[in-house]
């Protein structure tokens, strides 16, 4: 290895000696053998974390199921491409709960496109029904709910609870993937249609040489459309800015708290140790039908995140007494214990198994404790029940007039817009024509907390008459809520706006 370097040392000497007019003796230079070069430790680049601050944006990160290019799926896409403003009022409908769902759906390892079937099911509207009586953001039936743990009771509606009912749907949907073989596109579809449907289609399909992809099986046609709106759903929503749609954005962290009461609470004294208004802790719980929690459980209510460990504190402060107010009633000749609670706003079995009662066997002049709400605690039972009856206030008449709008006709009769919109049914968003007749004042001083504004998916085969004998509503009353009267037809997929009791809907 070192003779060729010698070489070339001697042979530089020579050529210098030549160029030199005296000849010297030249001492050979030392040789420097280069030390072999050690390479640079090269640290390989970590890539900082992406920080995630919209949960939207931790969806899109998660969202892999692929996109398949088919008729309906396109079909969909385009749809929601060309209707943005349903998705972006998705958004805000979803804010409160969609954190929840995704850390849900994260803890079990499940598919995060699951987190955008509420947008399939109920446009993300806890209080949504539909025409197979399925209720809430999942739109759960009540033999499901009632297999997967949700009660439901004269009180409370677990369906209409966003924790209970998310809880039994990804039950139900592992359920599903496991009842179908572990293929997440037939559980899908066995969630609208039933296990036994999506199997029995592979079956054929395999016993006719066909293919078993979901594509090719023969099912229900709502089914066959239902798959494909979730998967065109998960496109826009992966590629929202590619597609030009706004989602609102959703702080990635918890929004509610799930929070244990240990036993029945009054819903105003709840808002009070919460430190919210009532009207916003019902928001939060829209499977409360009444004025206080069951009193079979679940003794749980939903709160702001951020009102969560003040309202614990509080609560394990109070007196488990006072969380409710009780009433003496003394029973008179001809009651009943189902009339009574109803004229108390209770249940019966609840009067009962306050009372010691094994039956409904009652006794004029006896006593019975009656749960009432907070502002009734110091009333008499006279007062009690005249608050109950409808108010003595006249209903008066107003014509609307050019100019006039549902702000300006409040302001004038100082009422609230929404009470205008409550006891006239008008569209909240609609327009008035000038000669119009409104109520003013047409309301009892009880409201019915069972009424409620919900938001119905007409399904094939549906009519108004259907729909309107379904919530025990008039026909006249859907087409003037919807704006429906230049409309003769409705179309399956269609989202109509429903003003119901909710104890009044046929099953």
């Known amino acids: 290895m070192h003779k060729p370097l010698y070489l070339f040392v001697g042979s530089l000497a020579f050529l210098t000696a030549c160029q030199t007019a005296t000849p010297t003796k030249v001492e050979p230079s030392p040789i420097v053998v280069p030390q072999p070069i050690k390479p640079e430790k090269v640290v390989d680049e970590v890539a900082a974390p992406v920080e995630i601050t919209d949960v939207w944006q931790r969806i899109r990160l998660q969202l892999t199921m692929p996109i398949d290019d088919v008729k309906l799926v396109n079909k969909y896409r385009d749809w929601y491409l060309a209707n943005p403003r349903h998705l972006e009022i998705v958004s805000q409908r979803a804010e409160p709960y969609l954190h929840y769902i995704v850390e849900e759906l994260e803890k079990r390892n499940l598919p995060i496109e699951l987190a955008l079937l509420p947008i399939v099911e109920s446009s993300f509207d806890p209080s949504a029904y539909s025409a197979s009586a399925a209720s809430g953001l999942w739109q759960l039936t009540t033999p499901i709910s009632n297999y997967f743990g949700v009660k439901s009771d004269w009180w409370y509606d677990g369906r209409r609870d966003v924790p209970a009912s998310t809880t039994a749907a990804l039950d139900f949907l592992e359920y599903l993937y496991d009842r179908t073989g572990q293929n997440w596109l037939y559980a899908i579809a066995a969630y609208n249609t039933g296990e036994g449907r999506v199997n029995n289609a592979v079956r054929r399909n395999k016993a006719a040489g066909k293919s078993t992809k979901f594509w090719a099986l023969s099912l229900p046609r709502e089914t066959q459309r239902y798959v494909p709106q979730l998967i065109a759903l998960s496109d826009v929503v992966k590629n929202a800015d590619k597609y030009g749609i706004k989602l609102t954005p959703i702080s990635n962290e918890p929004h509610i708290a799930v929070v244990d009461t240990q036993s029945q609470i009054d819903l105003k004294l709840a808002a009070d140790l919460a430190n919210m208004p009532v009207k916003e802790l019902k928001a939060l719980n829209p499977g409360l039908d009444r004025w206080a929690t069951s009193p079979d459980g679940p003794n749980t209510l939903v709160v702001p995140f951020d009102k969560a460990a003040q309202f614990e504190q509080k609560l394990a402060n109070l007196d488990p007494k006072s969380k409710l107010n009780w009433h003496r009633y003394q029973i008179k000749s001809g009651d009943t214990v189902s009339h009574i609670a109803k004229r108390f706003d209770t249940s019966a079995s609840f009067i009962r198994s306050s009372n010691g009662l094994k039956n409904n066997n009652i006794r004029a002049g006896k006593y019975l404790i009656i749960p009432v709400p907070a502002e009734g605690a110091n009333l008499t039972t006279e007062q009690l029940l005249a608050q109950a009856k409808p108010s003595s206030v006249k209903t008066k008449t107003y014509t609307v007039k050019?100019?006039?709008?549902?702000?300006?006709?409040?302001?004038?009769?100082?009422?609230?817009?929404?009470?205008?919109?409550?006891?006239?049914?008008?569209?909240?968003?609609?327009?008035?024509?000038?000669?119009?007749?409104?109520?003013?004042?047409?309301?009892?001083?009880?409201?019915?907390?069972?009424?409620?504004?919900?938001?119905?998916?007409?399904?094939?085969?549906?009519?108004?008459?259907?729909?309107?004998?379904?919530?025990?509503?008039?026909?006249?009353?859907?087409?003037?809520?919807?704006?429906?009267?230049?409309?003769?037809?409705?179309?399956?997929?269609?989202?109509?706006?429903?003003?119901?009791?909710?104890?009044?809907?046929?099953?």
């Open 402 to 507: 050019s100019g006039d709008s549902l702000w300006v006709i409040a302001r004038k009769n100082d009422v609230s817009v929404d009470d205008l919109i409550r006891w006239n049914r008008l569209p909240k968003n609609g327009t008035l024509s000038i000669g119009k007749q409104l109520k003013i004042g047409a309301v009892s001083s009880s409201k019915n907390n069972a009424e409620r504004t919900v938001n119905y998916k007409v399904r094939s085969g549906d009519s108004l008459a259907r729909i309107a004998g379904k919530f025990n509503v008039s026909v006249n009353d859907l087409i003037e809520w919807n704006r429906l009267q230049n409309s003769k037809y409705i179309q399956p997929g269609q989202m109509l706006r429903l003003i119901v009791d909710v104890t009044k809907v046929n099953a």
